[in-house]
Protein backbone atom coordinates (compact mmCIF):
# COMPACT_ATOMS: atom_id res chain seq x y z
CA UNK A 1 0.00 0.00 0.00
CA UNK A 2 2.90 2.09 0.63
CA UNK A 3 3.61 2.05 -3.27
CA UNK A 4 -0.09 2.84 -4.10
CA UNK A 5 0.25 5.88 -1.73
CA UNK A 6 3.58 7.60 -2.99
CA UNK A 7 2.18 7.06 -6.57
CA UNK A 8 -1.10 9.09 -5.44
CA UNK A 9 1.74 11.41 -3.85
CA UNK A 10 2.81 12.19 -7.39
CA UNK A 11 -0.53 12.48 -8.88
CA UNK A 12 -1.54 14.85 -6.06
CA UNK A 13 1.28 17.12 -6.84
CA UNK A 14 0.81 16.89 -10.74
CA UNK A 15 -2.98 17.67 -10.23
CA UNK A 16 -1.89 20.94 -8.30
CA UNK A 17 -0.30 22.09 -11.00
CA UNK A 18 -2.97 21.52 -13.47
CA UNK A 19 -5.30 23.63 -11.29
CA UNK A 20 -2.69 26.05 -11.79
CA UNK A 21 -2.26 25.85 -15.51
CA UNK A 22 -4.10 28.71 -17.50
CA UNK A 23 -5.26 26.28 -20.36
CA UNK A 24 -7.40 24.10 -17.36
CA UNK A 25 -8.35 27.68 -15.98
CA UNK A 26 -10.19 28.75 -19.20
CA UNK A 27 -12.14 25.49 -19.13
CA UNK A 28 -14.38 24.91 -16.92
CA UNK A 29 -14.88 21.26 -17.47
CA UNK A 30 -11.26 20.70 -17.20
CA UNK A 31 -10.88 23.03 -14.00
CA UNK A 32 -14.11 20.96 -12.49
CA UNK A 33 -12.62 17.60 -13.28
CA UNK A 34 -9.12 18.66 -11.88
CA UNK A 35 -10.97 20.19 -8.80
CA UNK A 36 -12.99 16.76 -7.93
CA UNK A 37 -9.87 14.77 -8.41
CA UNK A 38 -7.74 16.77 -5.94
CA UNK A 39 -10.51 16.80 -3.55
CA UNK A 40 -10.43 13.18 -4.08
CA UNK A 41 -6.44 13.05 -3.28
CA UNK A 42 -6.47 14.91 -0.40
CA UNK A 43 -8.89 12.86 1.54
CA UNK A 44 -7.09 10.07 0.78
CA UNK A 45 -3.80 11.22 1.31
CA UNK A 46 -4.94 12.80 4.78
CA UNK A 47 -4.55 8.81 5.81
CA UNK A 48 -1.82 7.45 3.41
CA UNK A 49 0.29 10.03 4.42
CA UNK A 50 -0.14 8.92 8.77
CA UNK A 51 0.00 5.56 7.08
CA UNK A 52 4.03 6.16 5.33
CA UNK A 53 4.56 8.16 8.70
CA UNK A 54 3.41 5.27 11.09
CA UNK A 55 5.63 2.58 8.92
CA UNK A 56 8.68 4.83 9.35
CA UNK A 57 8.17 5.03 13.09
CA UNK A 58 7.95 1.23 13.18
CA UNK A 59 11.23 -0.11 10.98
CA UNK A 60 13.05 2.89 13.97
CA UNK A 61 11.36 1.40 16.33
CA UNK A 62 12.44 -2.10 15.78
CA UNK A 63 15.55 -1.02 15.18
CA UNK A 64 16.06 0.12 18.35
CA UNK A 65 14.41 -2.68 19.71
CA UNK A 66 17.22 -4.90 18.48
CA UNK A 67 20.14 -2.53 20.54
CA UNK A 68 17.99 -1.84 23.67
CA UNK A 69 17.89 -3.93 26.78
CA UNK A 70 15.76 -4.25 30.40
CA UNK A 71 12.85 -1.73 30.73
CA UNK A 72 13.77 -0.07 27.13
CA UNK A 73 13.04 -3.04 25.43
CA UNK A 74 10.09 -3.51 27.02
CA UNK A 75 8.95 0.07 26.48
CA UNK A 76 10.00 -0.46 22.86
CA UNK A 77 8.15 -3.60 22.55
CA UNK A 78 4.52 -1.92 23.64
CA UNK A 79 5.44 0.77 20.85
CA UNK A 80 6.18 -1.20 18.40
CA UNK A 81 2.81 -3.31 19.16
CA UNK A 82 0.45 0.18 19.27
CA UNK A 83 2.12 0.87 16.15
CA UNK A 84 1.07 -2.13 14.33
CA UNK A 85 -2.41 -1.75 15.62
CA UNK A 86 -2.29 1.90 14.26
CA UNK A 87 -0.87 0.34 10.84
CA UNK A 88 -3.67 -1.96 10.60
CA UNK A 89 -6.15 0.93 11.21
CA UNK A 90 -5.28 2.79 8.67
CA UNK A 91 -4.74 0.23 6.14
CA UNK A 92 -8.16 -0.75 6.61
CA UNK A 93 -9.62 3.31 6.27
CA UNK A 94 -7.20 3.38 3.04
CA UNK A 95 -8.17 0.31 1.77
CA UNK A 96 -12.15 1.46 1.34
CA UNK A 97 -10.76 5.09 0.09
CA UNK A 98 -9.38 3.53 -2.59
CA UNK A 99 -12.12 1.61 -3.61
CA UNK A 100 -13.58 2.61 -7.16
CA UNK A 101 -15.19 5.68 -6.88
CA UNK A 102 -18.97 6.08 -8.40
CA UNK A 103 -17.83 8.61 -11.39
CA UNK A 104 -21.08 10.49 -10.45
CA UNK A 105 -20.13 11.81 -6.82
CA UNK A 106 -20.20 15.46 -6.54
CA UNK A 107 -22.76 15.64 -9.31
CA UNK A 108 -26.22 17.94 -8.85
CA UNK A 109 -28.96 14.69 -8.18
CA UNK A 110 -32.31 15.01 -9.98
CA UNK A 111 -35.16 12.95 -7.67
CA UNK A 112 -38.27 11.99 -9.38
CA UNK A 113 -40.88 10.68 -7.55
CA UNK A 114 -44.65 9.96 -9.18
CA UNK A 115 -47.40 8.12 -7.58
CA UNK A 116 -47.79 4.55 -8.57
CA UNK A 117 -50.16 1.65 -7.68
CA UNK A 118 -52.97 2.65 -5.10
CA UNK A 119 -54.99 5.86 -6.86
CA UNK A 120 -55.06 8.93 -4.78
CA UNK A 121 -53.32 7.51 -1.66
CA UNK A 122 -50.25 6.41 -4.38
CA UNK A 123 -49.73 10.61 -4.49
CA UNK A 124 -50.50 11.30 -1.29
CA UNK A 125 -47.30 8.90 -0.40
CA UNK A 126 -45.38 10.84 -2.99
CA UNK A 127 -46.05 13.98 -1.38
CA UNK A 128 -44.62 12.31 1.96
CA UNK A 129 -41.87 11.03 0.59
CA UNK A 130 -40.89 14.33 -1.07
CA UNK A 131 -41.01 16.24 2.16
CA UNK A 132 -39.27 13.67 3.46
CA UNK A 133 -36.25 14.33 1.04
CA UNK A 134 -36.47 17.98 0.89
CA UNK A 135 -35.66 17.35 5.38
CA UNK A 136 -33.08 15.34 4.53
CA UNK A 137 -31.18 17.81 2.13
CA UNK A 138 -32.09 20.19 5.11
CA UNK A 139 -30.07 18.24 7.54
CA UNK A 140 -27.02 17.65 5.60
CA UNK A 141 -27.15 21.64 3.61
CA UNK A 142 -27.58 20.27 0.85
CA UNK A 143 -30.18 23.28 -1.96
CA UNK A 144 -33.18 21.75 -3.45
CA UNK A 145 -34.55 23.29 -6.35
CA UNK A 146 -37.71 22.55 -7.40
CA UNK A 147 -38.35 21.41 -11.45
CA UNK A 148 -41.65 20.89 -11.69
CA UNK A 149 -44.70 19.35 -9.70
CA UNK A 150 -48.04 17.88 -10.84
CA UNK A 151 -50.49 18.02 -7.90
CA UNK A 152 -53.50 15.55 -7.70
CA UNK A 153 -56.99 16.15 -6.54
CA UNK A 154 -56.62 15.87 -3.04
CA UNK A 155 -53.32 17.51 -2.82
CA UNK A 156 -50.61 14.95 -3.61
CA UNK A 157 -48.21 14.58 -6.60
CA UNK A 158 -48.97 13.04 -9.44
CA UNK A 159 -45.29 13.57 -9.89
CA UNK A 160 -42.65 15.96 -9.00
CA UNK A 161 -38.99 16.96 -9.40
CA UNK A 162 -36.10 18.81 -7.77
CA UNK A 163 -32.68 19.31 -8.44
CA UNK A 164 -30.06 18.34 -4.96
CA UNK A 165 -26.86 20.05 -4.93
CA UNK A 166 -24.61 19.07 -2.21
CA UNK A 167 -21.45 17.33 -2.35
CA UNK A 168 -22.44 14.17 -0.94
CA UNK A 169 -25.61 14.48 -2.40
CA UNK A 170 -25.00 12.06 -5.01
CA UNK A 171 -23.88 9.39 -2.59
CA UNK A 172 -26.41 9.04 -0.24
CA UNK A 173 -29.78 9.99 -2.66
CA UNK A 174 -28.03 7.47 -5.35
CA UNK A 175 -30.01 4.49 -3.03
CA UNK A 176 -33.38 5.65 -3.48
CA UNK A 177 -34.20 4.72 -6.99
CA UNK A 178 -37.06 2.60 -7.12
CA UNK A 179 -40.17 1.59 -6.00
CA UNK A 180 -41.21 2.32 -2.31
CA UNK A 181 -44.05 0.59 -0.64
CA UNK A 182 -46.38 2.10 1.64
CA UNK A 183 -48.85 -0.07 4.29
CA UNK A 184 -51.17 2.56 6.27
CA UNK A 185 -55.23 3.11 6.73
CA UNK A 186 -55.47 6.36 3.80
CA UNK A 187 -57.68 9.15 4.07
CA UNK A 188 -60.04 7.82 1.79
CA UNK A 189 -60.86 4.21 3.72
CA UNK A 190 -64.15 5.18 5.72
CA UNK A 191 -63.89 1.12 7.26
CA UNK A 192 -60.31 2.01 8.69
CA UNK A 193 -58.50 -1.08 6.91
CA UNK A 194 -54.90 -0.98 5.69
CA UNK A 195 -54.14 -0.66 2.37
CA UNK A 196 -50.42 -1.10 0.68
CA UNK A 197 -49.69 1.48 -2.31
CA UNK A 198 -46.46 2.66 -4.14
CA UNK A 199 -44.44 5.06 -5.44
CA UNK A 200 -41.73 5.12 -8.03
CA UNK A 201 -38.32 7.40 -7.14
CA UNK A 202 -36.29 7.85 -10.31
CA UNK A 203 -32.96 9.43 -9.34
CA UNK A 204 -30.53 10.87 -12.26
CA UNK A 205 -27.28 12.85 -12.02
CA UNK A 206 -27.09 16.00 -13.47
CA UNK A 207 -25.61 16.05 -16.74
CA UNK A 208 -23.09 19.38 -17.67
CA UNK A 209 -24.29 20.68 -21.10
CA UNK A 210 -20.38 19.92 -22.70
CA UNK A 211 -21.06 16.42 -21.68
CA UNK A 212 -24.52 15.84 -23.40
CA UNK A 213 -24.64 18.16 -26.42
CA UNK A 214 -27.91 18.10 -28.52
CA UNK A 215 -28.99 19.17 -31.82
CA UNK A 216 -31.86 20.91 -32.37
CA UNK A 217 -32.87 18.63 -35.28
CA UNK A 218 -33.17 16.22 -33.11
CA UNK A 219 -35.88 17.94 -30.77
CA UNK A 220 -39.95 17.97 -31.42
CA UNK A 221 -41.08 20.73 -29.33
CA UNK A 222 -44.17 20.86 -28.47
CA UNK A 223 -46.15 24.02 -26.39
CA UNK A 224 -49.34 24.17 -24.72
CA UNK A 225 -51.71 25.70 -21.54
CA UNK A 226 -50.46 24.57 -18.45
CA UNK A 227 -52.91 23.12 -16.09
CA UNK A 228 -53.66 22.06 -12.54
CA UNK A 229 -55.41 19.62 -10.38
CA UNK A 230 -58.90 18.11 -12.27
CA UNK A 231 -57.87 20.12 -15.70
CA UNK A 232 -58.09 23.47 -14.19
CA UNK A 233 -55.76 26.23 -16.27
CA UNK A 234 -53.22 27.13 -13.99
CA UNK A 235 -51.80 29.68 -16.87
CA UNK A 236 -53.60 31.96 -19.49
CA UNK A 237 -50.56 31.38 -22.21
CA UNK A 238 -49.18 28.85 -23.43
CA UNK A 239 -45.98 28.37 -21.78
CA UNK A 240 -45.91 24.45 -20.75
CA UNK A 241 -43.19 22.98 -22.79
CA UNK A 242 -43.64 19.66 -24.06
CA UNK A 243 -39.50 18.30 -25.80
CA UNK A 244 -39.25 14.85 -27.54
CA UNK A 245 -35.71 13.60 -28.57
CA UNK A 246 -36.61 11.79 -31.55
CA UNK A 247 -33.16 9.59 -31.57
CA UNK A 248 -34.25 7.58 -28.12
CA UNK A 249 -38.03 8.96 -27.57
CA UNK A 250 -37.58 10.46 -24.32
CA UNK A 251 -40.07 13.08 -23.36
CA UNK A 252 -39.89 15.75 -20.90
CA UNK A 253 -42.75 18.20 -19.80
CA UNK A 254 -42.51 21.19 -18.00
CA UNK A 255 -45.07 23.44 -16.51
CA UNK A 256 -44.16 24.75 -13.70
CA UNK A 257 -42.66 28.18 -14.28
CA UNK A 258 -44.62 31.37 -16.64
CA UNK A 259 -42.33 31.71 -19.22
CA UNK A 260 -41.91 29.31 -21.65
CA UNK A 261 -38.51 29.56 -22.24
CA UNK A 262 -37.96 28.63 -18.35
CA UNK A 263 -39.78 25.72 -18.77
CA UNK A 264 -38.12 24.33 -21.85
CA UNK A 265 -34.33 25.22 -19.75
CA UNK A 266 -35.56 23.21 -17.08
CA UNK A 267 -36.98 20.37 -19.61
CA UNK A 268 -33.52 20.42 -21.59
CA UNK A 269 -31.95 19.73 -17.84
CA UNK A 270 -34.09 17.03 -17.44
CA UNK A 271 -33.39 15.59 -20.64
CA UNK A 272 -29.50 16.06 -20.34
CA UNK A 273 -29.43 14.15 -17.74
CA UNK A 274 -31.27 11.37 -18.96
CA UNK A 275 -29.59 11.19 -22.06
CA UNK A 276 -26.19 11.11 -19.57
CA UNK A 277 -27.86 7.92 -17.57
CA UNK A 278 -28.30 6.19 -20.81
CA UNK A 279 -25.22 6.64 -21.68
CA UNK A 280 -23.50 5.63 -18.82
CA UNK A 281 -25.47 2.41 -18.70
CA UNK A 282 -25.27 1.75 -22.16
CA UNK A 283 -20.92 1.66 -21.12
CA UNK A 284 -21.80 -0.91 -18.16
CA UNK A 285 -23.82 -2.97 -21.04
CA UNK A 286 -27.00 -2.00 -19.37
CA UNK A 287 -28.36 0.56 -22.18
CA UNK A 288 -31.88 0.67 -21.70
CA UNK A 289 -32.48 -1.15 -18.34
CA UNK A 290 -31.19 2.30 -16.66
CA UNK A 291 -34.15 3.69 -15.49
CA UNK A 292 -36.18 0.69 -15.90
CA UNK A 293 -34.00 -0.93 -13.35
CA UNK A 294 -34.78 1.42 -10.72
CA UNK A 295 -38.23 2.33 -11.14
CA UNK A 296 -39.56 -1.29 -12.35
CA UNK A 297 -42.60 -1.17 -13.33
CA UNK A 298 -44.33 0.77 -10.06
CA UNK A 299 -45.61 -2.72 -8.86
CA UNK A 300 -45.88 -3.48 -5.50
CA UNK A 301 -43.86 -6.46 -5.42
CA UNK A 302 -40.85 -4.62 -6.91
CA UNK A 303 -40.05 -2.74 -3.66
CA UNK A 304 -36.96 -1.75 -2.51
CA UNK A 305 -38.26 -0.49 0.78
CA UNK A 306 -41.87 -0.92 2.75
CA UNK A 307 -43.17 2.08 5.35
CA UNK A 308 -45.11 0.59 7.52
CA UNK A 309 -47.13 2.77 9.87
CA UNK A 310 -48.86 0.36 12.15
CA UNK A 311 -45.69 -0.62 13.79
CA UNK A 312 -44.19 2.55 12.92
CA UNK A 313 -41.49 0.62 10.90
CA UNK A 314 -39.53 1.17 7.81
CA UNK A 315 -38.08 -2.20 6.19
CA UNK A 316 -35.02 -1.58 3.62
CA UNK A 317 -35.38 -5.04 1.36
CA UNK A 318 -32.17 -4.85 -0.31
CA UNK A 319 -29.78 -4.94 3.01
CA UNK A 320 -32.45 -6.10 5.39
CA UNK A 321 -32.83 -3.54 7.35
CA UNK A 322 -36.06 -3.06 9.68
CA UNK A 323 -35.76 0.21 12.21
CA UNK A 324 -38.96 1.20 14.36
CA UNK A 325 -38.46 4.73 13.70
CA UNK A 326 -40.96 5.44 10.56
CA UNK A 327 -41.84 8.80 11.53
CA UNK A 328 -38.30 10.09 12.25
CA UNK A 329 -37.39 9.26 9.30
CA UNK A 330 -40.08 10.92 7.40
CA UNK A 331 -38.93 13.48 9.00
CA UNK A 332 -35.77 13.22 7.32
CA UNK A 333 -34.01 11.02 9.38
CA UNK A 334 -32.60 8.87 6.71
CA UNK A 335 -28.91 8.28 8.00
CA UNK A 336 -29.13 4.99 9.43
CA UNK A 337 -30.95 3.62 5.78
CA UNK A 338 -27.93 5.38 3.66
CA UNK A 339 -25.28 4.59 6.07
CA UNK A 340 -25.90 0.61 5.97
CA UNK A 341 -26.79 0.35 1.90
CA UNK A 342 -23.32 2.51 1.54
CA UNK A 343 -21.34 0.10 3.75
CA UNK A 344 -22.77 -2.94 2.23
CA UNK A 345 -21.72 -1.58 -0.93
CA UNK A 346 -18.11 -1.08 0.36
CA UNK A 347 -18.32 -4.22 1.93
CA UNK A 348 -19.28 -6.00 -1.46
CA UNK A 349 -16.66 -3.93 -3.85
CA UNK A 350 -14.17 -5.03 -0.71
CA UNK A 351 -14.94 -8.76 -1.52
CA UNK A 352 -14.74 -8.36 -4.62
CA UNK A 353 -11.01 -7.27 -4.91
CA UNK A 354 -10.24 -10.00 -2.13
CA UNK A 355 -11.00 -12.21 -4.98
CA UNK A 356 -9.18 -10.81 -7.81
CA UNK A 357 -6.21 -10.34 -5.48
CA UNK A 358 -6.21 -6.83 -6.00
CA UNK A 359 -7.50 -3.23 -4.95
CA UNK A 360 -8.49 -0.37 -7.53
CA UNK A 361 -6.75 3.01 -7.01
CA UNK A 362 -9.04 5.93 -6.18
Known amino acids: MLDQVEALEAEYSEVESRLADPEVIG ?19 AVGRPL ?21 RDQLRVEISALEDEILRLEGELRTLLLPRD ?12 GAEGGEEAN ?3 RDLHEMYLAFAANHGWSVESLEARESDMGGFSEVMVLVKGD ?37 PEADEVEVELDE ?78 IGGGGRSEKIRTYN ?25 LDDVTDGLLADERTQQLAAGLEDGSTAGA
Open 27 to 45: APGRLQAAGRRFKELEEVL
Open 52 to 72: AGAHDDLEAARELADLAEGDD
Open 103 to 114: PNDGRPVIVEIR
Open 124 to 126: LFA
Open 168 to 204: DAWTRLKYEGGVHRVQRVPVTESQGRIHTSSATVSVL
Open 217 to 294: SDLQVDVYRASGPGGQSVNTTDSAVRLTHKPTGLVVSMQDEKSQLQNKTKALRVLRSRLLKIEQDRQLSEASEARRGQ
Open 309 to 333: FKENRVTDHRIGLTLHKLDRILAGD
